[in-house]
């Protein structure tokens, strides 16, 4: 698979993983050394922990649901000037401090 855009997945603070978007769909990976860790928790009921890869032909539900809606939706893709059908980047743009324990990151911290 060929990366198109990465974003770096952290549950309560920790790198938990990378979601990635492919010309295929979306890959999203638990990093090794999460999963060693004592602390480790799934990234959502729909993510258990686990070595393989999950691959899906659309953005897993579970991030896709990270994004805002109604109101929020119009009014983020309106001030960064964001295509409406391009969920991926809203999500990068709209979870970098979203609430709850996941942030979706572009760049590793």
Do not use: H
């Not at 929020?72 to 979203?98: H, P, Q, Y």
């Amino acid at each position: 698979m060929d990366d198109i855009r990465r974003a770096y997945v952290y549950t309560q603070k920790k790198y938990a993983g990378i979601l990635k978007e492919t010309d295929e769909g979306y890959s999203f990976v638990y990093d090794k050394d999460y999963l060693k860790s004592e602390e480790a928790l799934p990234v959502s009921i729909t993510l258990p922990l686990r070595e393989e890869e999950y691959i899906s032909k659309t953005l897993f539900s579970f991030f896709d649901g990270l994004i805002p809606e109604g109101w929020l939706f119009e009014a983020t893709i309106k001030n960064w000037k964001l295509d409406r059908n391009d969920r991926f980047g809203i999500m990068l743009v709209t979870c970098r401090d979203s609430v709850g324990d996941v942030e979706i990151l572009t760049e590793m911290r």
